[in-house]
């Protein structure tokens, strides 16, 4: 799960620069309207209270939470925003999935394939590259040490990596919501939690050059307003993710 985990940090690390855009307030919109389309109460509906966590944490105002709410389980009619998974290859032959929400799928496909194609990777056939991962629940808290692992174990979990002072633990899907609470409740604090997918198999990409595409093919991904998620199984050196 390395390649995963370290994706995961590279973006989290981004995440204090993104939330500054205006266009992160559309993702986590269409991400709570996606969510909604299951249930607009949220302690009823995990993956929704997940959604607005997440859109807390960006400082989205409460006013766009409710809207976005509204939009997905139907009261502001209009055009609804639909879940679409793109796969692909990247440079070094990485396998990437790309999660959508999007009201116009004529203008995130070709917006997701250029992105692949512009920075050495292409896009690929429905199942391709799905296959490749598995879905999982992520818990990050704060801590490390084996307090946080006999916890985590204790209350399900599958496994527990540490990066840095944090801990990272994964879980089956359907355990998120009672591993996440279990954990609160025992004193961990949880910095986020949230459904992803994690690569079988990691591919190393050991040549600056490749890994510099990669890292570019993955940004300009990321910087697409209609992507929700990406997931990537390369692992690349620490020395040259800081070059």
């Given at each position: 799960m390395s390649g995963h985990s370290k994706w995961s940090t590279i973006k989290r690390?981004?995440?204090?620069?993104?939330?500054?855009?205006?266009?992160?307030?559309?993702?986590?919109?269409n991400a709570i309207a996606v969510a909604a389309r299951s249930?607009?109460?949220?302690?009823?509906?995990?993956?929704?209270?997940?959604?607005?966590?997440k859109a807390k944490a960006a400082n989205m105002p409460m006013a766009n939470i409710?809207?976005?709410?509204?939009?997905?389980?139907?009261k502001l009619g209009g055009e609804q925003i639909q879940e679409v998974m793109?796969?692909?290859?990247?440079?070094?032959?990485?396998?990437?999935l790309v999660e959508c929400a999007t009201d116009n799928l004529n203008r995130t496909y070709p917006e997701v394939k250029l992105a692949f194609s512009k920075h050495g990777g292409n896009i690929a056939e429905k199942g391709a590259v799905a296959f490749q991962?598995?879905?999982?629940?992520?818990?990050?808290?704060?801590?490390?040490?084996?307090?946080v692992l006999m916890q985590a174990l204790e209350a399900g979990a599958e496994d527990v990596q540490e990066e840095g002072e944090e801990s990272v633990i994964y879980t089956d899907p359907k355990e998120l919501a009672r591993v996440r609470d279990e954990l609160n409740n025992g004193g961990i604090e949880v910095l986020e939690a949230e459904l992803t997918y994690?690569?079988?198999?990691?591919?190393?990409?050991?040549?600056?050059?490749?890994?510099?595409?990669?890292?570019?093919?993955?940004?300009?991904?990321?910087?697409?307003?209609?992507?929700?998620?990406?997931?990537v199984n390369f692992d690349i050196p620490e020395e040259l993710l800081a070059s």
């Open positions: 690390q981004k995440g204090a620069k993104d939330a500054a855009r205006s266009a992160v307030f559309t993702r986590l919109g249930g607009a109460d949220p302690t009823m509906n995990f993956t929704l209270r997940l959604a607005i966590d409710q809207r976005s709410i509204d939009r997905g389980s139907g793109y796969e692909g290859y990247g440079p070094g032959g990485v396998a990437v991962f598995d879905r999982k629940g992520m818990i990050r808290t704060k801590g490390t040490g084996d307090e994690v690569p079988n198999n990691t591919v190393a990409v050991n040549d600056k050059e490749t890994a510099g595409k990669v890292m570019r093919m993955m940004d300009a991904l990321e910087d697409l307003d209609d992507v929700s998620a990406t997931h």
